[in-house]
């Protein structure tokens, strides 16, 4: 008797290349895992096999994430490996972060509609009043070096639209110095978003001492949802 395992950043067990990181058979009931990246999420599936025959994939496969680290090159979310979640279970990638205060509504969470890429895509909402218009609903980036040291070399690339025309989004594409609501941040630029179809923007980063980038959906000056 021996076992079959599967790592996956992707698909189910036995789908194909897509997403497979690592399998192997072995004869022991246990195996060490080496030369996976950093700040990724993993799920692991298991079947045995006797002779011949093979057995059932694990059905509910156990998950783990490498630890989080500093970016140092180039980087892509998706959102596409990630469960979703909802205006009452508001989620974000591993290793990135989510301030909101907005003391009426606010939310951000990733959900399965409105993608780019294969499927997901991540939502901010909030209602604007001149009462919260000091306050923050912010995505976050992970750690990064050397952001802005390449003075105009390095840049964020996205897609966005508006969930209906008659929205009025601002949305801020920020650096901060920090991860929390107490950080420095410093807008870099500011797009008003009204159209349902996605466009792709492009930001260039000047020269900074911030690790971290973020989406922020502002105060819009008005009184409608964003």
């Known amino acids: 008797t021996a076992y079959e395992y599967e ?20 004869t022991a009931t246990s195996v060490n895992l080496t030369a996976l990246p950093h700040s990724t999420k993993y799920f692991v599936y298991v079947r045995s096999v006797c002779g011949t025959s093979n ?8 998950d783990f994430s490498t630890l989080c680290d500093v970016y140092t090159t180039d980087f892509y979310e998706g959102f596409d490996s990630y469960e979703v979640g909802s ?42 009043s001149t009462a919260n218009a000091g306050q923050n609903i912010v995505l976050i980036s992970p750690e990064t070096d050397n952001l802005g040291n390449g003075n105009g070399v390095k840049q964020i690339r996205f897609s966005v639209k508006a969930v209906s025309a008659t929205a009025l989004n601002k949305l801020e594409i920020v650096t901060i110095n920090g991860k929390s609501l107490n950080s420095r ?25 911030d690790d971290f980038f973020g989406f922020r959906l502002a105060y819009n000056g008005a009184t409608s949802t964003s």
Do not use: M
């Open 7 to 26: 790592i996956r950043t992707s698909g189910e067990a036995g789908s194909g290349t897509a997403g497979l990181v690592q399998t192997n058979i072995i």
């Open 87 to 128: 205006t009452t279970n508001n989620n974000y990638p591993y290793c990135w972060s989510y301030v909101d205060n907005i003391t009426t509504t606010g939310y951000g969470y990733i959900e399965a509609a409105d993608a780019v890429s294969d499927k997901n895509s991540y939502r901010l909402y909030r209602t604007n």
């Open 55 to 62: 057995g059932e994939w694990t059905f509910y496969p156990i």
């Open 185 to 209: 941040y410093t807008v870099l630029d500011t797009f008003y978003i009204n159209h349902t179809t996605h466009k792709e923007y492009v930001v260039v980063i000047p020269q900074t001492t």
